[in-house]
């Protein structure tokens, strides 16, 4: 550790941090923007519940499914003239953001999915019996009832986004990624490879913590769990 | 008078690949306004498919089901969904929502239906005052005892002013406390509002406290259906008896097994006056036989009085022939335990 490498430390972490921070929320929010919906549509359209329609639910299941094999690094790469058509270049870390999104969404999907399921089917039929509509029951239940269970899926897509936004830096992405590599991996400079993955690890603290309490808030605001 | 309910030829086939089960066969019944009509069978008797049935939650596979003027089972989309507006519904494991507090539980029909927001506040005020639970408006329905929860779904279930509340083992997830609660607060209703009442049960308690008819259910079809006092007073089908039977704690069968020429055993159904007349004195006095009681069970219900009598008769063959008749002559129903 030598003042030269700390003033290097204080000069590229900073502005990293940002691009990172800034690459994960708008990434997180692209990919709530189309992975909810997905989530809605493949629940409701799934065998026995109320829009089943197994032509809709198998050839999504299918994109959504092949969206999650794509190790991301190719995605990344098979992106490239998608993301210049979008933000008219693939490099640095507002281009970053397209393929981040794409691979998050079918994942953020599959959560929303599961946690759906999970809402009582004899739940739904109590409010189909009180006259609600498909949309009306989609709003406020499907979505309502499992939020706690929604928003620990979100925060754990939001977390893969962090690790995720770091392989970005790879192939012209910004952000703490891109430090770790050209400083730390091809300059062989140690003291700064570390201070990046710490960052990152405070990062995901971060999240984790912050998912951690509001769960915590709406489950105990529910009297699932007892007050202290 | 027109009933409020009509069933006409009612059936539900499932199918499972090859194979057809049916759940229900030719099915026909009347519900009249302001009736408590309790449906009982055994579970998968085809109770529960026939309450799914008549609430519209499942199509039946033919048959006509007529809900005051309303032909339910060609129903679809708006028309449907007006139609269960109509009607409450409450469920053995109550189905409220767990994000909702009480209070939201209540107002969540009013809600979906539009209701300005000063009218729900005012109409849930109401029903919380009505179903008790006044001081609990805030809480989350985890907080709630069993008895609460489903006093929470009466409330959210008449929200909407229904014609007909169908109960699905409304009581079947509750200690006998709260069961005997939540009947009466039914048994109040119907009274005080007028309310039809439709209910499946497998507990005959349910039916002796509160219900004006009874259609006993077994394999898909109706077997017996009356007033509860007469079904329950001359139990024709053994389905009915094996209720009566549970209900009242009968002796085990081994009891029986000690057949001796000279006697037999016998299970006499009382109902109404012949509950409370002297009948084994007269046997006894008048044919020289000994009676010797084994067994006795009497019941309220609320229009009448039910009761059986297991006895052992003892004595000479003749006697106990005349001693038969007699009873029949006295309108005593009665069965020989073989």
Redesign the interface.
Known sequence: MTPENISLALDLLPPALFDTLYMVVASSFFALLIGLPLGIILHVTAKGQIKENTAVYKSLGMIVNIGRSFPFAILMIALIPVTRLIVGTSLGTTAAIVPLSIAAAPFFARIVEQSLRDV?R??I?????????DS?IIV??LL??P?PSLVSGFSSMVINLVGYSAMAGLVGGGGLGKVAIQYGYNQFNVFLMISTVVLLILVVECIQWISTKVVLHMQK????ISHE | MQPFVHIEKLSKNFYKKTEVFSALKDINFDVAKGEIFGIMGQSGAGKSTLLRCLSSLEKPSSGKIWIGSDEITSLKDHPLRLFRKRVGMIFQHFNLLASRTVYENIAFPLQLSDVPPEEIKKRVDELLYLVGLSHKKDSYPSRLSGGEKQRVGIARALALHPEVLFCDEATSALDPKMTKEILQLLKELNQTLGLTIILITHQMEVIKQICHKVAVIDKGEIVEIGPVSDVFSQPIHPTTKHFLQNSIHELPAEIFKKHGNDKHFLRLYFRGTSAKEPIITQLIKKFDISVNILFGWIDALPDTTIGTLTVELDGTEENRKKALVFLEESGVRYEVIQ
Do not use: C, F, Y
């Open positions: 009582d004899a739940v039929e109590a409010s189909q019996m009180m006259g609600a509509t009306q406020e239940v309502k009832e939020l605001k529910r009297g699932l």
